[in-house]
């Protein structure tokens, strides 16, 4: 790209900025970077630039890196939720794919700032990560490349397994903890009384605390409960635990808001292109553009297309309610804008899609439910609008994972590891279950247990390092 | 706000951990060898260099749902309703056996790009040939002159006339006018040599199968994909290594190696006409004093009782001429708690063979025997090889 285009850009970066805060947008400020496609896939495949070493991630970059080898997909943006948030355009771009994706980022920028999911983020978190990477490279120079890696394996095996409220946690204990010594400052007449036991209770009362947390039971968080309560790992895996643990707090909002997230980009990378001086011929390029991101593929839900039409929906239903909306809700019209910056900024797609997604919408959209009958036929098996939203809800629940927790960290009173799946009507993969339990045992160092429900019957998965069992 | 066009070409994290990818998946294939092996995709090559192989034990492993058992939610064109099909699931292959079977095929596995020379490195790392006998050496050392380098400079009787017309026409295109012709000394190539000095060593395979009734395409392929390997293998160690093909039912001839693949099947069996005509070669053009000799036979071990005599003993004779000799009897697919009567042929040589230190015998129930099998055909002597 010589400098002249760059310069163009730049300008239009100032213009774009303009028209968003124009339409109410509130983003962060954000730099655009430039880059070739082998950067632009690395970051794509590590979702932030710089973190630690892992296959997994190289498994990812050469598969995203082939398809784009071979002209099978492209990215053409990657945004990173920090304040400045950062942008990334591919080299090869063209200007009006630029201006789209510097106009889709301000999108995603702004949701990152506003949604609620996000108000804990870490918004430094490309330091953060860089940080980890640094000591993870540490304890492979100290402790083997094929340890620490082995130990990642298991720690990424139960790496969504995390609790998205862990914040609460961390903030209830430390207000439960204040609370506590100002009742203890509180003095009475004869509160020097209790002074004279004082230095034996502080001797004993924070210390059990911090040294044998109460084991609050059951526990969501596996990836903390792991690291607070493994009776085997050492302390840099207890760090590594951690580390990994505060990379997936900073990665959850995404995964709770993906549909919203692309549908208010989207929404918005359109109407920002719109007020934007284009041509005939940038008009049709960017008509082209737009369709590709939203268009519905068939058989298969595009999170954009989704998202996109019911952000549209709701500010249609809210500008111009029905007289039943009217009489019956106090809508009282006009308030479409309002209404959907109110939802971006406190739903996430669960709650999302229950509440806004109608019947009307799921018909337009042609949504259906199913499975597959007889081992063989994947055939529609449901279309009736609020079976269809249900399944969506409950497929979405928990980010598409199963629900873990631990019941017991000192099962068979022998510190075995007892963890229960809560059940709500899809099978796990057992074939996956089964490794990943023995990931599980990794981390535990005992043996670890853990109950679900295959063919409608309880059944608990044994793995005691040796051999799986299973009654 | 800002755009920004830094010089990211230090910038080499994805590739470095694509790296450590390749390293599991090399270590998954050597844990996976016993079924790679004997890979269709391999043993059909047909002298691709490199070839897709299904590895197992790739998948980062997770706690999810059960896809074939979860309902999802699709979006359609307008037009779907309740009963539309809208895909069918593809299994692969029927032969998928048992319900705990079921569960290993389909998606969950990993396709990994595999380098057949490389797979053969791994897979020879293990092997050595038993029995290597110097056959004659200072006879058969020889001096080779070996056309390895291509100079400026040489005897015009060396001239490389194809490379010096590629340059000739290069050197016109580099002067806008891209054409044969005008030769001027700067595009004359000549090739060079080296005198290499070698010590000559010949190993012979006698490649033996039965081709009666009883021998199924199974069968067959399994003796194909174990004689793949030993071909592959002798010639690492050997610098010339000959194949002789030999396919028998009643009566032993000499066939292609085609023919020795394809060969339709019929009739009885008797042994022993295999290993007569093995040594009727041997004699007329393999003396054991200069090549190592390395017999081969497949079959189902059904031969006919009134010749098992007769097999035992020139089985006991083509012993005694060679470096070793093998004997691979193959039951049927999957079969492998199936335990053979004493009839069979294996169980005879077993009892039977005078010489049974160069003799090995090993039965192939199943595709992955065909590793083990190579392992106890060539592995280290004396050492114990781990299963």
Known sequence: MEDKEIKELEQAVEQIWDVARRFGLDPYPTNFEI????????????????????????????????????????????????NPAYGFLLETNSPIQNKMVIAHV?????????????????????????????????????????????FLDAVLAIEEHIDPYFFIKREVSVAEEKRRAEHQAKDGPYDDLWLLDRA???????????????ERLPEKDLLYYMMKNSPSLTGWQRDVIAMVHEEMEYFVPQMQTKIMNEGWASIWHARIMRELDLND??????????????????????????????????????NEPTQEEREKFGRAGDEGREKIFEVRELDNDVSFLRNYLTEELCEELDLFVFELVEEEEWTITEKRWEKVRDQLVSNMTNFGFPYLQVEDGDYNGNRELYMKHRFEGTELDMRYARKALEHVHTLWGRPVHLETVIDEESTVLHFNGDEHGED | MSIQR????????????????????????????????????IILSDGKRTVKVPIKALDEYKFRFNYEKSKHVGQGDGKTRVGDVIARESRPGSGQGSGQAGQD??????????????????????LQLPYLEEKAKKAVQSRKTQFNEIRRTGVIANLDKRRMILENIRRNAREGNPRFGDIKKEDLRFKTWEEVMRYESNAVVIAMIDVSGSMGEFKKYIARSFYFWMVRFLRTKYDNVEIVFISHHTEAKEVTEEQFFTQGESGGTVVSSAYQLALDIIKQRYRPSDWNIYPFHFSDGDNYYSDNEEAVRLADE????????????????GSSSYRRSSGALLSIFSDRLQHKDRFVGVRIDDKEDVYPALKQFFGRRGVETPA
């Not at chain 1, 595009?302 to 809210?318: A, C, F, S, V």
């Open chain 1, 106 to 150: 301000l999108g995603h920028v702004d949701f990152f700032k506003n949604n609620s999911y996000f108000s804990k983020t870490n918004r430094r978190m490309v330091e953060s990560v860089s940080t980890h990477a640094q000591r993870i490279m540490e304890y492979e120079f100290k402790h083997g490349r094929k340890t620490v890696e082995r």
């Open chain 2, 6 to 41: 830094n010089d990211w070409s230090l910038q080499r994290k994805g590739i470095i951990d694509q790296e450590r990818h390749k390293d599991r998946v090399k270590e998954a294939i050597r844990k996976n060898l016993g079924s790679i092996v004997s890979n269709e995709a």
């Open chain 1, 281 to 318: 011929n940038e008009h049709i390029e960017f008509a082209n553009l737009h369709s590709g991101v939203v268009s519905p593929q068939k058989g298969q839900l595009n999170p954009y297309y989704l998202g996109y039409k019911i952000y549209e929906d709701i500010e249609r239903r809210w």
């Open chain 2, 105 to 126: 095929v389909g998606a969950d596995y990993y396709e990994a790009e595999v380098n057949i020379d490389e797979l053969a490195a791994l897979i020879f790392e293990d």
């Open chain 1, 200 to 214: 034996a209770r502080e001797a004993k009362s924070p210390k059990s605390d911090d040294e044998k947390p109460r």
């Open chain 1, 35 to 82: 880059v070739p496609a082998t950067v632009m896939y690395e970051v794509g495949s590590y979702a932030l630039p710089g973190r630690y070493s892992h296959w997994t991630f190289g498994k990812t970059y050469h598969r995203m890196k082939t398809m784009y080898d071979f002209g099978l997909s492209k990215i053409y943006e990657v945004v990173i939720n920090t």
């Open chain 2, 318 to 333: 083509l012993i005694a001429t060679c470096n070793l000799f093998g004997y691979g009897e193959i039951g049927e697919e």
